[in-house]
């Protein structure tokens, strides 16, 4: 069965640190690939997608996130975190341009002062 | 816009009972989903729906029954509540076409609802 693995279920950082969460999935066939994001006591949002061209794809608010076909990853990235960005963040994939994306079971990302 | 909205935002039921969730989009979007999400498991697919009179089951549908008569409404049945069927619920809708699916990856989440069943 297809399936995304998010390895850690928790990541403590400090602030102004980099950060790099990942992202596995299990299949090379033809897939797009999103993180998504949930601040506390809210539904997700959109952070960033890969859907074709440029392997490397960038949010707004400083992530990016590079897909790796060789080794089926989609790891998140982000130079210099800020208190803010304490939040879950899922993996999710759509393979084989399916209707439905599968989300991974996420990574909680501590901000420490 | 109101964007997805989902009522009620925290429910306790007891074993058996029965109950609806509601979530309603004012976005005009023809894709609309229910997922549960529970601690350390991500969230797992209930039931979607790709415009109105057409549904179909996600990874999980067990238990629940859905419908969609409009665009906006997307109410998601829980019948014979279950201990299993605690967690959180999460509606969420997107836009897609025949010809481009990949609007609809960009799903709008609403507030999502807590319930307990004891």
């Known amino acids: 069965a297809q399936s995304v693995t998010q390895l850690d279920s928790q990541v403590p950082v400090f602030e102004e640190a980099p950060v790099e969460l990942r992202c596995n ?64 963040y899922f993996c999710a994939v759509s393979f084989n341009r399916d209707d439905k994306i599968i989300f991974g079971k996420g990574t909680r990302l501590h901000i420490l002062p | ?44 697919l209930i039931y979607y729906s790709v415009g109105a009179g057409i549904t179909d089951k996600g990874e999980v549908p067990n238990g629940y029954n859905v419908s969609r008569s409009t665009t906006e409404d997307f109410p998601l049945r829980l019948e014979l509540a279950a201990p299993s069927q605690t967690s959180v619920y999460f509606c969420a809708s997107s836009y897609g076409t025949e010809w481009d699916r990949t609007q609809s990856y960009e799903q709008y989440f609403g507030p999502g609802t807590r319930l307990t069943v004891t």
């Open chain 1, 25 to 88: 999935y299990s299949s090379s066939v033809s897939v797009y690939l999103f993180w998504y994001v949930q601040y506390p006591n809210q539904g997700l949002q959109l952070l960033l997608k890969y859907l074709s061209g440029s392997t490397l794809v960038k949010s707004i608010n400083g992530f990016e996130a590079e897909f790796n076909k060789s080794q089926t990853s989609f790891h998140l990235r982000k130079p210099s975190v800020h208190i803010s960005d304490t939040a879950e």
């Open chain 2, 1 to 44: 816009n109101a964007g997805v909205t989902q009522t009620p935002k925290f429910r306790i039921l007891k074993i058996g009972q029965s109950m609806t969730l509601q979530c309603t989009q004012d976005m005009n979007h023809n894709y609309m989903y229910w997922y549960r999400q529970d601690p350390g498991m991500g969230l797992k």
